[in-house]
Structures are given as C-alpha cells and as structure tokens.
T-cell receptor, first 114, second 114 residues
C-alpha cells in the first residue's frame, strides 16, 4: 500500500517570505514520481512541479523548487518570495510506477498575508 | 485552445436520479481521468482511460460508469445517484500514460445529491 501525508492543514506566511510545504510518502516501489498541484479558490488544479525518484537533482520551476530527500521519503515544496497570488490549496501527488497507482495528499491551505 | 472542459458546472440531483458528466479535451491527449474531491480527502481517482477504447477502474469506481466516446471525450455516468456522491468532480487529461505525465485538469463539476 502507498500513502502520502501532508501534515500542515493550513499555513499563514508573510508576503515575500519563503515557504515550505511538507509532503512525506510511503511506498515500497523504487520507481515513482511526485507532483505538486495548486488549487486556487476558483477551483481549478494547476500543475507546479514534478520529481522522479531517479532524478538526481532537485526539480525547480521558477519560484518553485522541490526539496527531495529520498532516504527520508519527503518531497517538500519550497516557494521563494511568496506573493499574494500564491494563496491556495496545495496538493502533493504520489505516482507509483510499479502498481500504477496515483495517491493525492489531503492538501495544505496556504494564505499569504500582505 | 480551451484545454479541458467540463459540463455542467453545477448540478443538483435527487437520490436515485441518473446523470452524465461530460468532459472534452482539445490537446490531442491520449489519456483521460475522472476524480472526485471531497473535503479533507484530496482527490481520488474514479476511472481512467489510458487510450481511446480502454477504460480502467481507479480507487473509488463503485456507483459510476464511464465511456471513452472518442479521443477527445470521456464521460462519467451516475446511474442511481446517492447522497454519498455529493462531491466536486474533476476531469483531467495527459499526453501519454498518467504515471509520469503532467495532468491537465478541467474546472470541475459541483454535484449535490439530495
């Protein structure tokens, strides 16, 4: 069985500060991928960043980076220089290549304070 | 290029009624998916279609049926709606297989079953 955990149901961060959203996972497979999606209040799901289990470097996409620590089974999302528009729900997704299962975390609601 | 579109945006049903949620994508993607999102539970995969002509069960398929009408369209049917199916339903698509590919999501359908 695979599991993904986002332990922070909500976070408040001052604008322009960096923020780290936690994601830990549990899988017995060696081949897997981790995605982060953003869901603004409007409801749509927006892809942010992807990390494969065999990728040696941490993924980065603009202000987003993924702090991937394979031994600890964590894939935390780091947002640098947060903006008001970053206020949203953030979901971590584990894609298990072995059993072909997708598992979403329960999400973290991030609120950026001016 | 509209991406992934879903109809209707909102629907109220009485217990026992049936309805079909429609989804279409114009990105020439091979794979399409249906998820439901419930408060505090993230997104859960109902059914997916890896390619035209194929469909497979996801994590929570009971009470639903799907049809991959053609490459563009993937519908989700509730034959006899139940209050437990009150949820937000998202359709998504990806270029090839879903495991390593970014998924693009539709705006969602909010379904209330009374």
């Amino acid at each position: 069985a695979q599991k993904i955990t986002q332990t922070q149901p909500g976070m408040f961060v001052q604008e322009k500060e960096a923020v780290t959203l936690d994601c830990t996972y549990d899988t017995s497979d060696q081949s897997y991928g981790l995605f982060w999606y953003k869901q603004p209040s409007s409801g749509e799901m927006i892809f942010l960043i992807y990390q494969g289990s065999y990728d040696e470097q941490n993924a980065t996409e603009g202000r987003y980076s993924l702090n991937f620590q394979k031994a600890r089974k964590s894939a935390n999302l780091v947002i640098s220089a947060s903006q008001l528009g970053d206020s949203a729900m953030y979901f971590c997704l584990l894609s298990n290549f072995g059993n072909e299962k997708l598992t979403f975390g329960t999400g973290t609601r991030l609120t950026i304070i001016p | 290029n509209a991406g992934v579109t879903q109809t209707p945006k909102f629907q109220v049903l009485k217990t026992g009624q049936s309805m079909t949620l429609q989804c279409a994508q114009d990105m020439n993607h091979n794979s399409m998916y249906w998820y439901r999102q419930d408060p505090g539970m993230g997104l859960r995969l109902i059914y997916y279609s890896a390619s035209e002509g194929t469909t497979d069960k996801g994590e929570v398929p009971n009470g639903y049926n799907v049809s991959r009408l053609n490459k563009r369209e993937f519908s989700l049917r509730l034959e006899s709606a139940a209050p437990s199916q009150t949820s937000v339903y998202f359709c998504a698509s990806s270029e090839v297989g879903y495991l390593q590919e970014t998924q693009y999501f539709g705006p969602g359908t909010r379904l209330l079953v009374l």
